[in-house]
């Protein structure tokens, strides 16, 4: 029986965790893809002495890309410029690759696509968005019947297990980062996950797949979690709203519209309870109505889940490009709205001398608002949260507040 031969490129903490997992469940996987399989070639630049792989090692692409008998690679090194290179010339000779790395999708994901079905292989990356939740698939395969009207998602499980680690443990900022480096979540440079690129990029891809059309990172508005204080957090808490940095990407009346910044989750919604390294995605489709994907968003072994379940998938379709895995390019964004056309409702801080006057101020500009009552709350502090209006306009009414008062903090909500 002809056995299917597969490259790792890349022996990092997803790429090692694909080929530990590989052999720990190799009779099952076989059994599952229906064929023989195995992992022939390792690449990666590092030294590896004494792993149990060392026979597969080799320090040259070439060895793989050359190698007539390897059908799919897993690209695991990240990022956009090796990783482009080795992509585009694996699926230009008819290689299927697998992939965990969002930023190239993200930026480049519709030429990618395009690329590997001129070659009659597949481009994979159910692991690049959501560690192990399966998301890619259930979007364009379970979910194909649908129009899909907005994704909303906890999409970085850096930033999550931050905020989670601050709020319930009290544990410093910095402290908790770097838990989550050690625990192998963060991104090399952790920036990314904390100003919210990490989850701009899988928004751009899940987006990409569900309306057709390449979102690309500079589509959508990103702000990430650097300005949450634990007063924010107490606050909102009071009024019974959980921050988190999520992912929102919709279709409106006026076109689609992108975010990626903290938002007020009401304790009602089940993203609100998401916590620690989870992450969880809600998907609206015009039939199935709201659906929910919930699992570990990053880490060694949840994301190696994404990977081999890809492998075994490209293994099966050797030869067959799936047909519903793919969206057009985009030149421009025309197709998309400014997201501050959006109607939002929003939580404001704001501090004055004059609290009393403040409030009557407030309410003349917004109508009826919910202020917001805070244990310990500083006697010149007030927070309130807005009606729901075209976010423009809630930015001229805050502009004229700011001629009276501190406007401190603004957080949109889901
Ligand atoms: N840094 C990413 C996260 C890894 O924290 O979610 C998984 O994509």
Redesign the pocket.
């Known amino acids: 029986m002809k056995v299917s031969q597969i490259a790792v490129i890349g022996f990092g903490v997803v790429g090692s965790g694909t080929v530990e997992l590989f052999y720990k469940n190799k009779d099952l996987i076989e059994k599952r893809s229906g064929r023989k399989m195995d992992i022939k070639r390792i690449c990666d630049l590092r030294d590896f002495p004494g792993s149990p792989f060392a026979e597969k090692f080799t320090k040259n692409f070439n060895d793989i890309l050359n190698d007539p008998e390897i059908t799919v690679a897993a690209e695991m090194i990240g990022g956009k410029t090796l990783a482009y290179e080795y992509t585009k010339k694996l699926l230009s000779r008819g290689v299927s690759v697998v992939t965990?790395n969002?930023e190239l999708v993200a930026c480049h994901g519709a030429e990618l696509i395009k690329l590997a079905k001129s070659n009659g292989c597949n481009y994979f990356f159910e692991a690049?968005?959501g560690?192990g939740i399966p998301i890619i698939r259930p979007l364009h395969q379970c979910l194909a019947a649908n129009r899909i009207e907005r994704i909303a998602g906890i999409?970085?499980?850096?930033?999550n297990?931050i905020l989670t680690k601050m709020i319930y443990d009290q544990v410093s900022f910095e402290q908790a980062l770097a838990d989550?480096q050690r625990l192998g979540?963060?991104?090399s440079d952790?920036s990314?996950?904390i100003d919210g690129e990490?989850?701009c990029r899988?928004l751009c891809i899940l987006g990409s797949l569900a309306f057709g059309k390449h979102i690309y990172p500079e589509y959508v508005h990103c702000s990430g979690i650097r300005n949450i204080t634990l007063d924010d957090v107490e606050y909102v808490a009071n009024a019974g709203y959980a921050v988190k940095l999520i992912g929102l990407i919709e279709k409106t009346e006026k076109g689609i519209v992108a975010t990626v910044c903290p938002r007020l989750v009401p304790i009602s919604n089940p993203l609100s309870g998401v916590n620690d390294?989870y992450?969880a995605i809600m998907i609206r489709g015009d039939s199935v109505g709201d659906t929910l994907f919930y699992g570990r968003?990053?880490g060694k072994q949840a994301?190696a889940s994404a990977v081999v379940a890809d492998i075994i998938d490209a293994v099966k379709h050797e030869n067959a490009d799936i047909a519903s895995l793919t969206w057009e390019d985009s030149t421009d964004r025309s197709f998309m709205v400014p997201y501050k056309s959006a109607d939002v409702r929003v939580y404001v801080r704001v501090r004055s001398d004059d609290v009393d006057s403040l409030k009557g101020l407030i309410t003349a500009l917004f109508g009826y608002v919910d202020f917001i009552p805070r244990k310990m709350r500083t006697e010149r502090e007030l927070a309130f949260i807005t009606p729901s209006i075209e976010e423009y306009q809630i930015d001229k009414k805050l502009a004229l507040l700011s001629e009276h008062a501190d406007v401190m903090r603004k957080i949109r909500l889901l």
Do not use: Q, R
């Open positions: 965990s969002k690049s968005v560690g999409l970085n499980g850096t930033t297990y989550a979540y963060a991104e952790p990314a996950d990490d989850a899988k390294v992450n968003g990053a994301t």
